[in-house]
């Protein structure tokens, strides 16, 4: 039985897909971060079979909950104080992300001015599908 202390302040981000939490640890910077970070990586889940579980010690505001909705909407944030659950957030796809993923398109304004910003607004909810701001590009991911 693995065994990892309960936080007195924080959050922790659970039914993660397994395997996923690193990409969260990195898209969320939490390396930026001075606070504690526990990641659990292929725990058993009698919801999911597996699950990543990652636990943060710090205020739930450095939390970007846009990032976290998009990268996976399906994620239970729950919030900790005094060691205690006092809220659990509900992820919803936010209607607007920048600088979160960029356009593929080499046409897009976006290829040539380098400093523009990366903006996608949610064109479908029930499929959620994103597409660029500039050239409307449906954002797809990349293949692994």
Do not use: W
Not at 118 to 126: A, K, N, P, R, Y
Request: aromatic share 6%; proline share 3%.
């Amino acid at each position: 039985m693995l065994n990892v202390g309960k936080i007195e302040e924080g959050f922790v981000l659970d039914h993660i897909k397994a395997g996923k939490s690193l990409d969260l640890y990195d898209h969320l910077q939490l390396d930026k971060l001075d606070c504690t970070v526990a990641i659990i990586k292929n725990a058993r889940s009698n919801k999911m079979d597996k699950k990543d579980i990652l636990k943060v010690e710090c205020s739930i505001d450095m939390l970007d909950l846009d990032i976290l909705a998009f990268l996976d909407h399906n994620i239970t944030v729950n919030v900790i104080k005094d060691g205690e659950i006092v809220e659990k957030k509900e992820l919803i796809l936010p209607k607007r992300i920048k600088n979160v993923i960029k356009c593929r398109n080499p046409r897009c304004i976006t290829s040539i001015e380098q400093g523009l910003p990366h903006i996608f607004f949610l064109s479908d909810e029930q499929k959620g599908v994103y597409r660029c701001k500039y050239c409307e590009e449906k954002y797809s991911e990349p293949a692994k």
